[in-house]
């Protein structure tokens, strides 16, 4: 079993910066954050290995956004940098415990979800 819990989620204006946090409980292979508007599909924007230094990104957001560990403190950081109004979504973290991960950015590989942590970007 996995569980996480997301926090640093806000209101931020165009072209500024958030951190979100996910502290994580248990072992995974895999760990990544995902995001949601409402009345759209859920998808990834950052995976990373967990135990191994690999990371990928969605094209929307690479060079913006930087996916990053704490292992002594079991967490889990998305840098959110030039933040534009079409980031505004809920955001949520998510492990795998399959070392295998076909599909790196779709959210069915992941078994393990938090609750989310809402952003919004807006002037």
């Known amino acids: 079993q996995v569980q996480l819990a997301e926090s640093g989620g806000g209101s931020v204006q165009p072209g500024g910066s958030l951190r979100l946090s996910c502290s994580v409980t248990?072992?995974?292979?895999?760990l990544g954050w995902f995001r949601q508007v409402q009345g759209k599909e859920r998808w990834g924007v950052a995976i990373?290995?967990?135990?191994?230094?690999?990371?990928y990104y969605d094209p929307s957001v690479e060079g913006r956004f930087t996916i990053s560990q704490d292992k002594d403190k079991r967490t889990i950081f998305l840098q959110m940098n030039n933040l534009q109004p079409e980031d505004t979504a809920m955001y949520y973290c998510?492990?795998?415990?399959?070392?295998?991960?076909?599909?790196?950015?779709?959210?069915?590989?992941?078994?393990?979800w938090g609750q989310g942590t809402q952003v919004t970007v807006s002037s």
């Open positions: 248990g072992d995974s292979n895999w």
């Open positions: 998510a492990a795998r415990t399959d070392q295998y991960l076909p599909f790196p950015l779709s959210p069915t590989q992941y078994n393990f």
């Open positions: 990373m290995r967990t135990h191994y230094p690999y990371d």
